[in-house]
């Protein structure tokens, strides 16, 4: 399956700045990635489909000028949380399908972020 | 938009026993079913999956079942043993999307 990493795999940041999540594909040229959220003992959720060279396609209810997203290559999304708060403090995990049109999805390593 | 309803929350196994967990979704077009494993702070791992033109699937000891007209699938973990302890989701999507809804998820505890 593919291969995905995120970086930084944990973070700790104060109230009002901003964190960039770094996730790669190191063996598939992802023209899709998803970002999903997940706060303790609780599921994941979709927060945004990222495509590669055009704008990301937000969830319902997620701002996509807090979260901002990059997809500058077939290999490279980013996520930056802008003037982030305690109540963003969660497990960020991204994700890929690997061929194009494959239904498995394969995740990242996930990043957790702790705003104090 | 798909929801999808996941069942128990928690369970409770005797090493050896089967398992069962079970799911329902909304969206009549999703056509996609996996199963991940989650273990704590590690992330999703894929344990199986099952299309929307297939009724059952099986890897060794673990099943899925899937009932198209009630739009409910299961997952079947026979004789657990205490490496199966960990928190199950299940997911659904439509292959055209490709963005997967999670259930709630079930935490599953095999007791040696």
């Known amino acids: 399956g593919a291969v995905v990493s995120q970086h930084p795999s944990w973070v700790i940041c104060k109230s009002g700045t901003s964190v960039k999540i770094e996730c790669r594909s190191l063996d598939f040229q992802a023209t899709t990635m998803f970002w999903y959220r997940q706060f303790p003992k609780q599921s994941l959720m979709l927060m945004a489909t990222s495509n590669e060279g055009s704008k990301a396609t937000y969830e319902q209810g997620v701002e996509k000028d807090k979260f901002l997203i990059n997809h500058a290559s077939l290999t490279l999304s980013t996520l930056t949380v802008t003037s982030a708060h305690p109540e963003d403090s969660s497990f960020y995990i991204c994700s890929e399908r690997g061929l194009a049109g494959a239904n498995e999805q394969f995740f990242g390593p996930g990043t957790r972020l702790t705003v104090l | 938009g798909e929801n999808v309803e996941q069942h128990p929350s928690t369970l409770s196994v005797q090493e050896g026993d089967s398992a069962v967990i079970k799911c329902t979704y909304s969206d009549s077009a999703s056509n996609y079913f996996p199963w991940y494993k989650q273990e704590l702070g590690k992330r999703p791992q894929l344990i199986i999956d099952i299309r929307s033109n297939v009724g059952e699937k099986k890897d060794q000891r673990i099943a899925v079942t899937l009932n198209k007209t009630a739009k409910h699938f299961s997952l079947h973990i026979t004789e657990t043993q205490p490496e199966d302890s960990a928190v199950y989701f299940c997911?659904?999507?439509?292959?055209?999307?490709?963005?997967?809804?999670f259930g709630k998820g079930t935490k599953l505890s095999v007791k040696p």
């Open positions: 997911a659904a999507s439509r292959r055209s999307q490709g963005n997967l809804i």
